[in-house]
């Protein structure tokens, strides 16, 4: 079975005391979510997407 495709959405930077972190808007629940780095990502309601950031996008 071929894998499916994976939604694409760009992060945007939070900056807390320990480190930055990515939001991001999350396309199946709508609600938003954090993540310490980009690449392939699951959120926490189980969706599955591609976290990229504005610079990777250039």
């Given at each position: 079975?071929?894998?499916?495709a994976t939604a694409e959405v760009t992060?945007?930077?939070?900056?807390t005391?320990?480190r930055?972190?990515l939001?991001?808007?999350?396309p199946?629940?709508?609600?938003?979510?954090?993540?310490l780095?980009?690449?392939?990502?699951r959120g926490?309601?189980g969706?599955r997407?591609?976290v990229?950031?504005?610079?990777?996008?250039?």
């Amino acid at each position: 079975m071929p894998p499916t495709a994976t939604a694409e959405v760009t992060g945007r930077p939070l900056v807390t005391a320990g480190r930055e972190q990515l939001l991001i808007d999350c396309p199946h629940c709508g609600r938003t979510h954090r993540h310490l780095e980009v690449g392939s990502r699951r959120g926490p309601c189980g969706a599955r997407y591609t976290v990229t950031t504005r610079e990777s996008q250039l």
